[in-house]
């Protein structure tokens, strides 16, 4: 049977970069090598793209790049004639691809940019297209769509590089202390923190505008987090719902990649009538940003039982502790069995 050659896409120009790189270690060693013939393909915090043919081990202390001989520098082809990755190296060779899974978190990874040159090259691509990653990457624009589904969100306000403090703190006394301060374009909740005053507010504002010129003042919405994993187009696979619970104020950077930090519940601690109107939310907004593959949907739970949301990722994280696989894995779906879903809606395995 001929194998599949998967081009597996890590790292990239992002905040996320170390992320990214943990993830596709999961991936790349949990990919039935009797079925695939994956090709790693990293790069590098520059925007240089490596073909690399090393220990996938490499990966997890970023040490991957410090090899040269494993390393060759290579080109996506965007002719679509070709649907090919080409070296560039002494001895230029060009392999054929079959589909291109970007397991790239943050921007210029899943923020539309990456899928859109894999769209133009004619490529099969594993997960969201180009429209649907840059709308759910923007936080403002989605959750815009979100209302518009039916989906409502925590009262928030944009601002462009040009506000005045003044401006940022009359609108966190309209929204109520304290305010979540966000990058507009970010994941991972780099940049993300949150300000009980206006001189925390200053310093969240600057904090936020390292990772995005535009920033999102938000109100602190009551309650607990709770994600929707969903995979496929047409037809929706749901994975169990989860909830956060958290060891600090927010689900910040920290929180999410420290298993010793959070806790979270699998299932969620949820009635099954409200479970069943979690899945309904998450499956409405995935449709309505027009995601295809997968995706996990962010909610917040109030004390109410009202649904607010928070936001989609696109391309959630992969590591051994991160909530989507493990979503999956509660509803029946093993990592293996999870990749082979994914590659499956694309091309034929």
């Known amino acids: 049977m001929k194998k599949l050659r998967i081009a597996v896409l890590f790292g990239g120009c992002s905040s996320e970069y170390s992320v990214s790189l943990k993830s ?92 859109g040159l894999v769209e133009l090259a004619g490529i099969p691509l594993i997960g969201c297209g180009t429209l649907a990653s840059a709308l759910a990457m923007d936080k403002h624009r989605a959750h815009q769509i979100a209302g518009l589904a039916g989906v409502p969100c925590p009262r928030g306000r944009v601002f462009g590089p040009d506000a005045s403090p003044k401006e940022l703190t009359a609108a966190a006394r309209d929204l109520g202390w304290p305010v979540f301060v966000k990058p507009v374009r970010a994941g991972s909740s780099y940049g993300v923190s949150r300000a009980g005053s206006p001189e925390e507010l200053t310093s969240a ?55 010793a930090a959070s806790k979270i519940h699998l299932p969620a601690r949820l009635s099954g009538r409200d479970t069943e109107r979690v899945l309904a939310a998450g499956a409405a907004i995935y449709r309505a940003l027009g995601c295809s593959g997968f995706a996990r949907v962010d909610l917040f739970f109030t004390p109410e039982g009202k649904i607010l949301f928070n936001e989609v990722n696109t391309i959630p994280g992969f590591t051994a502790h991160s909530r989507y696989p493990n979503m999956m894995k509660a509803a029946g779906l093993s990592f293996p069995a999870l990749l082979d879903k994914l590659i499956g809606q694309e091309v034929q395995i």
């Open 205 to 259: 504002a600057a904090l936020a505008r390292q990772y995005d010129r535009d920033i999102l003042l938000e109100e602190a919405a009551p309650g607990f987090e709770v994600g929707c994993a969903v995979l496929g187009k047409e037809v929706l696979t749901l994975g169990l719902v989860d909830e956060i619970e958290l060891a600090g104020d927010f689900y910040d950077y920290a929180e999410k990649y420290s298993p």
């Open 24 to 115: 596709a270690h999961a991936v790349l060693t949990h990919l039935d090598k009797t079925r695939y013939a994956p090709l790693p393909v990293g790069i590098t915090p520059e925007g240089d793209w490596l073909l690399y043919s090393g220990s996938l081990d490499a990966l997890l202390n970023d040490s991957w790049r410090q090899n040269a001989a494993c390393c060759e520098p290579c080109l996506l082809s965007p002719s679509r004639s070709r649907r090919a990755l080409r070296t560039l190296g002494r001895a230029p060779a060009e392999y054929p691809v079959d589909a291109i899974f970007p397991v790239l978190h943050g921007q210029n990874g899943e923020d539309g940019r990456v899928q």
